[in-house]
């Protein structure tokens, strides 16, 4: 046999005895690691808190019951486990389950927290309490009543679902299911919560307050009730302390007769100041006018309000409601007749189905139920155009009574396609008679240009004429007639030969184009 047979197999075996001894190393060494995280495991969901100690007691009685170390302390019995401190009449503290029985005057002192009951059950372990009977926890800013308390006193938070009793100041609130959050000073109230103070009564289905800045936050649907106002809501809160709120979610704060409805509302109690934002709707339901908007401003004590963001106000009727559109609405309400004004700034838009307007700036008043339009005022009744340096509506009963143009008057009417109707003067005044106008008086510097028209209504002259003071009488809201009341000055046109520049009176305008059309263009 040579060498090399020889030598062969024994680097083999060599190899094979190497590779035995590595997996029985790391055999060994894996059930070593799993030992470890077995040890690790189970000592993670084991919890052991300190002992609780015995600091004083009127009796002493030590029981072996085997399994059980009991002992029993009678009178003045005084206990504590770092932090806490229990008293009570009796106790029967578990020594291998680190925890007790209380019976008797119980009371829990930790930090600022105060607990009082009948009864306790106290995990040392967990340092969990469960208090009943009688239970009384206060703290520096509330005492809160209950016939059963959870009290986990590692994290500080107590809870009840057997109604419980909170008094913080002068503020009270009940409710079915609480949780107390010591560490933040909050208390969240469930089902039934009602909060009692001397300025307001709240009714919840969910509430969180907080017992330092005596905060109520909305979580759920929320009614409150004031001296002056009620309030719906489903999101907000209530500094109780300020006297300041907020209202979101479907919030509508009700102050009769006025109405008021919004994505977000706040307001401040003490001055009577407050602001709404997106989706407003004002009403005042006596006088049946309301004004919706983007944002606005309120102040209580002169029931004003100010309107921005596409506000639109609405005068409303049965049979046919006025809308009016600005870039601003202001009402406010006089605190000695409570008759309401409004006042609407740049960009006006006034739609009725028989009239509409457009001005820069108007006033109305229900004192004299009448409108005033400045700043290039021009108004549309049916099929008249009227504009004037001032425009006056008068109303009546939500209807049209009268009319006022007022320097620089103008009045025109479509007699047919490119011709028009036209009369002006110093000042204008328009009559109606049951809703309709009837007639018009023309005072001062009055000039006309009237189409007349045969028995089959075909045109057969043009009137032009000049007379200080003219009435112009009107029927089925078409010019009808001239009545002069002195003497003109003028000439009738064949209509074949009427000269084209004698058509057109001084300064006219036709501004149909302007004319709002219907109230969905207010809207927008």
């Excluded at 690691?33 to 009127?58: C, M, P, R, V, W």
């Excluded at 967990?126 to 059963?148: C, F, I, P, Q, Y």
């Excluded at 089959?456 to 002069?484: E, Q």
Aim: with cysteine.
């Amino acid at each position: 046999m040579n060498t090399s047979s020889v030598i062969l197999p024994d680097l083999r075996m060599r190899k094979k005895f190497s590779l035995h001894i590595k997996k029985l190393f790391l055999k060994k060494y894996f059930l070593l690691f799993l030992i470890f995280i077995s040890h690790t495991s189970f000592s993670q969901t084991e919890i052991h808190g300190t002992k609780i100690e015995i600091l004083g007691a009127d009796e002493y009685e030590y029981t072996d019951l085997g399994a059980q170390k009991l002992k029993t302390l009678t009178g003045n019995v005084r206990l504590q486990q770092e932090d806490v401190f229990l008293f009570c009449d009796k106790a029967v503290l578990d020594d291998e389950a680190n925890s007790l029985n209380a019976d008797g005057h119980v009371k829990i002192e930790q930090d600022t927290v105060t607990i009082h009951s009948d009864h306790l059950f106290y995990d040392g372990d967990k340092r969990k309490a469960l208090l009943t009977g009688n239970v009384v926890m206060s703290d520096s800013k509330m005492v809160l009543k209950t016939s059963s308390l959870d009290y986990d006193l590692k994290t500080k938070i107590g809870s009840y679902k057997t109604g419980g009793v909170l008094t913080s100041d002068s503020t009270t609130l009940t409710s079915q299911i609480g949780y107390y959050y010591a560490e933040t000073n909050d208390v969240y109230f469930k089902k039934e919560v009602e909060v009692t103070s001397p300025n307001y009564h709240l009714s919840a289905d969910t509430l969180r307050f907080n017992t330092d800045s005596r905060t109520a936050f909305f979580l759920g649907p929320t009614n409150i009730q004031t001296d002056s106002a009620d309030v719906f809501c489903e999101g907000g809160f209530y500094d109780t302390k300020n006297d300041i709120a907020q209202f979101t979610t479907k919030a509508i704060m009700i102050n009769y007769p006025n109405v008021l409805s919004g994505d977000s509302i706040w307001f401040d109690n003490k001055s009577g100041k407050g602001r709404a934002a997106g989706s407003i709707v004002w009403k005042d339901t006596a006088q049946h006018i309301c004004i919706l908007a983007g944002n606005a401003q309120y102040e209580k004590s002169a029931q004003e309000i100010f309107a921005t963001n596409h506000p639109l106000f609405i005068s409303e009727a049965d049979d046919d409601s006025l809308f009016l559109a600005a870039d601003v609405l202001h009402s406010t309400e006089d605190s000695v007749s409570h008759k309401r004004s409004f006042s609407a700034y740049h960009h006006v838009k006034i739609y009725k189905s028989d009239m509409q307007g457009v001005c820069d700036s108007l006033f109305y008043s229900e004192k004299d139920s009448m409108f005033r339009l400045y700043q290039h005022p021009v108004l549309w009744l049916d099929e008249n155009q009227l504009k004037a340096d001032t425009v006056r509506i008068q109303m009546s009963n939500r209807e049209v009574k009268n009319f006022y143009l007022i320097k620089s008057s103008f009045m025109a009417s479509e007699a047919d396609e490119n011709l028009f109707n036209q009369a002006k003067g110093k000042n204008i005044t328009g009559f109606f008679s049951d809703g309709k106008l009837s007639h018009m008086l023309i005072e001062g510097n009055g000039e006309s240009i009237y189409y007349a028209a045969d028995d089959s209504g075909a045109f057969i002259g043009v009137n032009k004429i000049a007379c200080t003071n003219m009435i112009i009488y009107v029927d089925s809201n078409r010019v009808r007639k001239i009545k002069f009341i002195s003497k003109p000055d003028g000439n009738m046109y064949p209509i074949n030969q009427a000269p084209q520049d004698e058509l057109r009176l001084k300064d006219f305008q036709w501004l149909d184009a302007e004319r709002p059309k219907s109230q969905w263009e207010l809207r927008k």
